[in-house]
């Protein structure tokens, strides 16, 4: 089972501020097969980037995903209001998926 | 539109058994993966386990903590997904999300709203 550690933790920023997370594999994730959602409080959440770095129908172009192998990003260009929420990165590689722990952005 | 909506959450004590239910619409059920993925409370998410469709003979895998006491099982003729939850913990508190695979990639591009379960004596 492959482990995904999420960093940091929390990242406090400003609107407009660049926002960079970080996602580590604890082995080689298959054909870049990594995603990230986005969970705002008391909703599910939703499909934000696929196989690393396509972004999923209807994500706004200041989200991106890159890496591969075991260390990927997400990286927000600048922030707007809706986008302070919870960033899960997840791997469906293999048979068995897992999601990272989730890093919170917070307002400055 | 597409829209999953979950139904039989609720309370039951530590060694019971729930079974919840997952009613889908607007798409083409039997030719996508579904799954379920839970979220404790205040805690982030873990995926539970996933069917194939028919065409992959309707193949299940589970996370290792519910392996052996879940299954989830599909109908494709009432597009609903069911999952049959043994031998409750109270670890298995949870808001449990039905969620949808694309078809180019495995990922889940649609939730629904989620069902609380907790599981307390």
């Known amino acids: 089972e492959i482990v995904l550690t999420q960093f940091p933790g929390t990242l406090s920023l400003s609107p407009g501020e660049r926002a960079t997370l970080s996602c580590r594999a604890s082995?080689?994730?298959?054909?870049?097969?990594l995603a990230w959602y986005q969970q705002k409080r008391g909703q599910a959440p939703r499909l934000l980037i696929y196989?690393?770095?396509s972004r999923a129908t209807g994500i706004p172009d200041r989200f991106s995903g890159s890496g591969s192998g075991t260390d990927f990003t997400l990286t927000i260009s600048r922030l707007e209001p809706e986008d302070f929420a919870v960033y899960y990165c997840?791997?469906?590689?293999?048979?068995?998926?897992?999601f990272g722990q989730g890093t919170r952005v917070e307002i400055k | 539109e597409v829209q999953l909506v979950e139904s039989g959450g609720g309370l039951v004590k530590p060694g019971g058994s729930l079974r919840l239910s997952c009613a889908a619409s607007?798409?083409?059920?039997?030719?996508?993966?579904m799954g379920w993925v839970r979220q404790a409370p205040g805690k982030g998410l873990e995926w539970v386990g996933r069917?194939?469709?028919?065409?992959?003979?309707?193949?299940?895998d589970y996370a290792a903590p519910v392996q052996g006491r879940f299954t989830i099982s599909r109908d494709d003729s009432k597009n609903t997904l069911d999952l049959q939850m043994n031998s409750l913990k109270t670890e298995d508190t949870a808001v449990y999300y039905c969620?949808?695979?694309?078809?180019?990639?495995?990922?889940?591009?649609?939730w629904g709203q989620g069902t609380l379960v907790t599981v307390s004596s």
């Open positions: 997840q791997h469906y590689g293999s048979s068995l998926w897992t």
């Open positions: 196989r690393a770095s």
């Open positions: 082995q080689s994730v298959t054909s870049n097969f």
């Open positions: 969620v949808k695979t694309a078809i180019s990639d495995s990922v889940f591009d649609y």
């Open positions: 607007g798409l083409t059920f039997g030719t996508v993966w």
């Open positions: 069917i194939k469709a028919n065409a992959f003979a309707g193949a299940t």
